[in-house]
Every structure is written in C-alpha cells, then in structure tokens.
C-alpha cells in the first residue's frame, strides 16, 4: 500500500523571521494559519 506524505506548517509569521525548510521527500505541503502579511502570505 502507497501512502501520502504530508507537510503541514501553520503560523509562520514570516513577517518575524524568514523560514527555509526541505520539502522534498512530501509529496504535499499544507500551510495552515498566518503565514505572512495580507498578501505576502499568498503564494
């Protein structure tokens, strides 16, 4: 049986300090909460 990796970050506040993660090896990322300042926090 195949499973999905997930990455789920929530409340980064980049706005405070930058953040850098690997993310390979996820198959997905969920980014959850403030991530960032009204639409810094928009991919």
């Not at 993660?21 to 639409?39: E, M, P, Q, R, Y």
Request: proline share 2%; hydrophobic share 45%.
């Amino acid at each position: 049986m195949n499973s999905m990796k997930l990455l789920i970050l929530s409340d980064l506040h980049l706005e405070l300090h930058p953040f850098d993660i690997d993310t390979n090896g996820f198959d997905c990322v969920i980014l959850a909460g403030d991530i960032s300042v009204k639409n810094k926090g928009v991919l």
